[in-house]
């Protein structure tokens, strides 16, 4: 088999940002606290740190996730309840806040979620950003079995799928951040 839209590096690669009335120092005390990303997520509903000192380089945060049936319904994806690992990569107070997605063994991922915050007139600027280079051991497993057409319309989806949590993720922080 030739080369395949899974083959692509970038695989992903979004951003989206909102404003926010509230000083770096207080979005970044609010988005550095993985457990309780369920107030604002469309899929992780929270979770807890499993080792390292919590939202510092190195920390690795276990994720507690639910995805819906109607969540790209065709595609062979993980329904229901499921968990993740992710270990902190940047933590700069009032800066940025990313973390990198584990494989099941444990493994690094080329799959970055973060948050950067930049200064702006009554507030600042937040951006919720996500990259993926290679494809994950996950999206190896729901692509295996399908055929290149899939393939493509799976990735087209899926883009739409994390463009819109990420604009769903900045509006419910922006809520959660501005009614401190």
């Given at each position: 088999?030739?080369?395949?839209?899974?083959?692509?590096?970038?695989?992903?690669?979004?951003?989206?940002?909102?404003?926010?009335?509230?000083?770096?120092?207080?979005?970044?005390?609010?988005?550095?606290?993985?457990?309780?990303?369920?107030e604002w997520s469309p899929e992780c509903q929270g979770g807890e740190w499993v080792s390292g000192e919590p939202a510092t380089?190195?920390?690795?945060?276990?994720?507690?996730?639910?995805?819906?049936?109607?969540?790209?319904?065709?595609?062979?994806?993980?329904?229901?309840?499921?968990?993740?690992?992710?270990?902190?990569?940047?933590?700069?107070?009032?800066?940025?806040?990313?973390?990198?997605?584990?494989?099941?063994?444990?493994?690094?991922?080329?799959?970055?979620?973060?948050?950067?915050?930049?200064?702006?007139?009554?507030?600042?600027?937040?951006?919720?950003?996500?990259?993926?280079?290679?494809?994950?051991?996950?999206?190896?497993?729901?692509?295996?079995?399908?055929?290149?057409?899939?393939?493509?319309?799976?990735?087209?989806?899926?883009?739409?799928?994390?463009?819109?949590?990420?604009?769903?993720?900045?509006?419910?922080?922006?809520?959660?951040?501005?009614?401190?």
């Amino acid at each position: 088999m030739g080369a395949s839209v899974i083959d692509n590096s970038p695989l992903f690669e979004l951003r989206s940002d909102v404003q926010v009335s509230a000083t770096p120092e207080q979005v970044y005390t609010v988005v550095s606290d993985l457990p309780r990303s369920g107030e604002w997520s469309p899929e992780c509903q929270g979770g807890e740190w499993v080792s390292g000192e919590p939202a510092t380089v190195g920390a690795v945060f276990r994720g507690e996730n639910l995805r819906s049936e109607e969540v790209v319904a065709w595609a062979p994806l993980v329904r229901g309840t499921w968990y993740t690992e992710s270990r902190v990569v940047a933590a700069e107070p009032g800066r940025t806040f990313r973390w990198m997605m584990l494989s099941h063994a444990g493994a690094d991922q080329e799959s970055i979620w973060g948050f950067d915050i930049e200064p702006a007139d009554e507030g600042c600027v937040l951006t919720h950003h996500f990259r993926m280079g290679t494809a994950t051991v996950g999206i190896h497993k729901i692509v295996a079995d399908l055929d290149e057409p899939a393939r493509k319309r799976f990735v087209v989806e899926w883009t739409t799928k994390l463009e819109r949590d990420l604009q769903d993720t900045l509006k419910r922080l922006k809520d959660v951040i501005e009614r401190q």
